[in-house]
């Protein structure tokens, strides 16, 4: 069975500062994507950035970038110049392909700190 | 490019009653799956709907049942509603062949509250 480890419940960060949020996966699988979704408190799921497990380089997308470890299964996020807005809940998710169902972490809670 | 919509906003039902959910997928999308997310956790996969099928099921009871119309559109039934359904309802839509790592689009749930 697939799982997705978010270590962190709660994390805080000062405005324009950079955060790193963890997130740790088991699979057998060798082909699949992972995911960060930030969930604000109007509750709705937006994808932030995505990685496909086949590439090697790490997915950037603005101030957001991933560390992505293969073979640690590890897949961290980076938020960098943190704003205001960046203030919710973030979620690691992974599916592995086809139509099949995202795999979500427990979440991560980031409050940036004016 | 209409969204996902999902409606009500809001439900409050008293233990044992029934409950219907409702889901729009994004406009091109044939595919629509179900999430409980209960306080504090991560979203659950309740199941997935493609071309009217049931796609897929995740750890749910019988009484959790679902539909897909031939528009795409979705509809959760939840039966003799107990007090650990309470949660927020996701449901996210995406097609599969476009790519793109299977992005799930969501809507903005439906908060529902058993008392």
């Known amino acids: 069975a697939q799982t997705v480890t978010q270590s962190q419940p709660e994390m805080s960060v000062q405005e324009a500062e950079t955060v790193t949020l963890s997130c740790t996966y088991d699979t057998s699988e060798n082909n699949y994507y992972l995911f960060w979704y930030k969930q604000p408190p109007s509750r709705q799921m937006i994808l932030v950035i995505r990685q496909e497990a086949y590439k090697q380089q790490n997915a950037t997308e603005n101030r957001f970038s991933v560390n992505f470890q293969k073979a640690a299964k590890s897949f961290s996020l980076k938020i960098s110049d943190s704003q205001l807005g960046d203030t919710a809940m973030y979620f690691c998710?992974?599916?592995?392909?086809?139509?099949?169902?995202?795999?979500f972490g427990k979440g991560t809670r980031l409050s940036v700190i004016a | 490019e209409t969204g996902v919509t999902q409606s009500p906003t809001h439900l409050i039902k008293t233990r044992g009653q029934q409950v219907t959910l409702r889901c729009s997928s994004q406009?091109?999308?044939?595919?629509v799956s179900w999430y409980q997310q209960a306080l504090g956790q991560g979203p659950q996969f309740i199941f997935q709907y493609y071309r009217e099928e049931e796609n897929g099921r995740g750890n749910f009871p019988p009484r959790f049942s679902g539909l897909q119309f031939p528009n795409y559109s979705s509809e959760l039934n939840v039966n003799a509603l107990e007090l650990d359904d309470s949660a927020l309802y996701l449901c996210a839509s995406s097609s599969p062949g476009q790519g793109a790592g299977n992005e799930q689009f969501f809507g903005p749930g439906t908060r529902l509250t058993v008392l």
């Open positions: 998710a992974f599916v592995i392909s086809g139509n099949t169902p995202l795999v």
């Open positions: 406009s091109g999308h044939n595919t």
